[in-house]
């Protein structure tokens, strides 16, 4: 069965900190996506990044970077230089790539982050 | 462009009702999928669409629980016979199906329900 572990429940910081969100994941197909979404306080669910299995790259994209280690079955997620609109819960997802595009999510319970001035 | 739409944003009903939660996708999405949400947990799976019809509705708790999507646009879930532990945000997501974006899933805002 597929599962998703975000270990920090919630997490403060100062503006101007670094924080890193934990995940880890698991999963006995060879072939998967991972992915991270945000949860502003509106509720909508933002996407940031998809990564497949077979990427095992780290990605910036200014201040966010994804660190995904197959070896650990972990896919984390660093805010350089925290800003108060970065506050938000963040979901970690994983899902099984299937011919078509389909591909049902499999959400953490997510990590509540505080940034405070 | 415009996002994934649903309405209402917010329901409250009373137990043993029926409620009717609609979502609109984003033009072009083939793909539809519907989430819940309870507090403090992460989204999870109800049913997914492929154009008209429900390829995988899995997640669905029980026979309560029900959707359509007649013309592979607009989607409805239906609850009937409603009871306490549905309360939950429900999410609607779309996604488009070809290219590199297949697997990135557009969500809307939920719609909370409330069963009192």
């Known amino acids: 069965a597929q599962k998703v572990t975000q270990a920090q429940t919630e997490i403060s910081v100062v503006e101007k900190e670094d924080v890193t969100l934990d995940c880890v994941y698991e999963t006995r197909d060879t072939t998967y996506y991972l992915f991270w979404y945000k949860q502003p306080p509106s509720g909508e669910l933002v996407f940031l990044i998809r990564?497949?299995?077979?990427?095992?790259q780290n990605e910036i994209s200014g201040r966010y970077s994804w660190n995904f280690q197959k070896s650990t079955s972990s896919f984390n997620f660093t805010i350089t230089a925290s800003q108060v609109v970065d506050s938000a819960v963040y979901f970690c997802?994983?899902?099984?790539?299937?011919?078509?595009?389909?591909?049902?999510?499999?959400f953490g319970a997510g990590t509540r982050l505080a940034v405070h001035p | 462009g415009a996002g994934v739409s649903q309405t209402p944003s917010n329901k409250v009903t009373e137990k043993g009702k029926y409620v009717e939660l609609r979502c609109d996708p984003i033009?072009?999405?083939?793909?539809l999928y519907w989430y819940r949400q309870s507090l403090g947990q992460g989204p999870e799976f109800l049913i997914y669409?492929?154009?008209?019809?429900?390829?995988?509705d899995s997640g669905l708790p029980n026979d309560r629980f029900f959707a359509v999507r007649p013309e592979g646009s607009v989607s409805t879930l239906k609850i009937q016979r409603t009871e306490r532990g549905d309360s939950a945000v429900y999410l609607c997501?779309?996604?488009?199906?070809?290219?590199?974006?297949?697997?990135?899933?557009?969500f809307g805002p939920g719609t909370r329900l409330t069963v009192t």
């Open positions: 990564r497949n299995s077979f990427d095992e």
């Open positions: 033009s072009g999405h083939t793909a």
């Open positions: 997802a994983l899902s099984e790539a299937i011919s078509g595009g389909y591909n049902k999510l499999i």
């Open positions: 669409f492929q154009g008209t019809g429900a390829a995988d």
């Open positions: 997501a779309s996604s488009y199906l070809g290219g590199s974006s297949s697997y990135e899933q557009y």
